[in-house]
């Protein structure tokens, strides 16, 4: 039993007991007057002139009143003998009690047991009145019983608490591990999907599995930069591969929206900058003139901003070499519309097409045969035939690789300059 309930119930005894004695002591007081009431009423009893004397019974319940009498005195001395004892072995209770606790908390996995601050609740001044009071009633031998129980029950109690502190530890630690250990398994499952994505995208006849791997891991990704830019480039692959013109531009213009994704939410990616582009390519070769000069204009924006970014990639500059040249070929009417549209038209200029080239040649030698092709023709649109042959000659050497990632495919413009140079290199060599 808690030392509350037991000190509730021993005041309950005392003060039944008080009162018993209370009762008693006023029986007694009252016969007492009766007896002295008697004797003033002429010192006999029966008779007048005849002496007193007691009635038959009347002495033994006068024995037996001075007998409870004494018993009361006795207990009222026992009672304070209580009420000096119980105090002293509370407030060492609680002293030990004490010096246990500071024990524990100088150690470095203590932590507080419930059941002993209910102990040491009783150490605490108006708690010790209440307590002492309701062990008025227990014998000594019982005290330090109930000493012994509470001293063992409350460090079996703490000793409880420490090993559920070191489970709880373990258990944290062990949590920890999984979690990372989770955590490091989605990170390197993304890292392994990014590459597959990748060496889809490099094989032609393995585009559209990129395509369709990355199109299932979208709500899962979608808020990863290096997914976004990936299956904005997998949708322009498709673009590339799909033979229906509604559904080429179906592809790139949901490749645009994820396109711009990827540069909102990473601004300073290279790659969501020059997809974005690309597929702008892809754009404007639908529609009206308006449409393809807006286009124009949001390539060139985003093949700037990724140069700024990686201004070492050769393929940067080689997108831009080909807007160079576009904006070189514009008909007067498309140059009118850009002026009405954006202020002014695109100035850009052969041999800026061509720096632009030569720049892709200058930071990777044989980059591609595209890229020789297109130095083939600036040349040739600058009437300088002998750069445009020895160019053309590096172009044909170059081994037969399908380029990927471009605008616009330059097999058919290749072949056509490649015939063109052959005739006016024997018209040359005939005169």
């Given amino acids: 039993m808690a030392p509350v309930s037991e000190g509730k119930a021993l005041a ?57 009498i004494r018993s009361l005195e006795e207990l009222k001395s026992e009672v304070r003998s209580l009420k000096e004892t119980v105090p002293r072995v509370y407030r060492e209770l609680g002293q030990a009690g004490a010096a246990r606790g500071a024990r524990k908390r100088s150690s470095p996995g203590h932590t507080a047991s419930r059941k002993r601050k209910k102990v040491e609740w009783g150490s605490d001044d108006g708690a010790a009145d209440v307590a002492a009071t309701g062990q ?19 460090d079996t109690e703490e000793d409880s608490e420490e090993d559920k502190l070191k ?47 990355l199109l299932e891991k979208k ?3 979608r808020d990863k930069v290096e997914f976004l830019w990936r299956l904005a480039r997998a949708y322009s692959d498709m673009h590339d591969i799909t033979p229906d013109l509604e559904d080429k531009q179906n592809y790139a213009m949901n490749g645009k929206e994820l396109a711009l994704d990827a540069v909102n939410l990473g601004p300073e990616s290279a790659d969501s900058h020059m997809w974005l582009a690309i597929i702008c390519g892809h754009l404007s070769g639908y529609g009206s003139v308006q449409t393809k000069i807006k286009y124009g204009f949001l390539f060139k924006e985003h093949i700037d901003k990724a140069i700024e970014l990686r201004p070492q990639d050769p393929k940067l500059f080689y997108l831009l ?27 850009s200029t052969i041999q800026d097409a061509l720096q632009c080239f030569l720049k892709v040649e200058e930071i990777q030698a044989r980059y591609s045969k595209a890229n020789y092709v297109y130095l083939t023709k600036c040349y ?36 056509k300059c490649f ?13």
């Avoid at 530890?169 to 993304?190: C, I, L, Q, Y």
């Avoid at 160079?324 to 002014?344: H, P, T």
Wanted: aromatic content about 8%; some cysteine; charged content about 20%.
């Fill in 380 to 415: 040739k649109e600058l009437g300088q035939n002998t750069n445009a042959q020895i160019w053309c000659d590096m172009a044909v050497s170059f081994p037969d690789i399908i380029e990927v990632g471009e605008i616009f495919k330059p097999c058919e413009e290749m072949i």
């Fill in 219 to 221: 709500d899962q990704f």
């Fill in 136 to 154: 008025a009633s227990l014998s000594s031998e019982e005290v330090e019983s109930e000493r012994g129980y509470i001293t063992a029950h409350t």
């Fill in 321 to 347: 070499g080909r807007w160079c040249y576009a904006a070189s070929q514009l008909s007067w009417i498309e140059r009118k519309v850009a002026a009405a549209l954006f202020g002014e038209p695109p100035n």
């Fill in 167 to 213: 489970c709880c530890t373990v258990n944290s630690a062990f949590e920890t591990s999984v979690r990372g250990a989770h955590e490091g398994s989605g990170t390197n499952d993304f890292d392994l999907l990014m590459e597959k994505a990748d060496k889809l995208h490099g094989l032609m006849a393995e585009k559209n599995e990129g395509y369709l791997l």
């Fill in 12 to 68: 309950l005894g005392l003060l039944a007991g008080i009162g018993a004695a209370g009762l008693t002591l006023a029986v007694a007081a009252w016969c007492r007057r009766r007896r002295e009431a008697e004797g003033s009423l002429g010192g006999w009893s029966g008779s007048p002139g005849r002496p007193w004397a007691p009635r038959q019974g009347q002495g033994d319940v006068a024995a037996k009143l001075d007998g409870l």
């Fill in 419 to 431: 015939g063109e140079l052959i005739l006016s290199s024997q018209r040359l060599t005939t005169a």
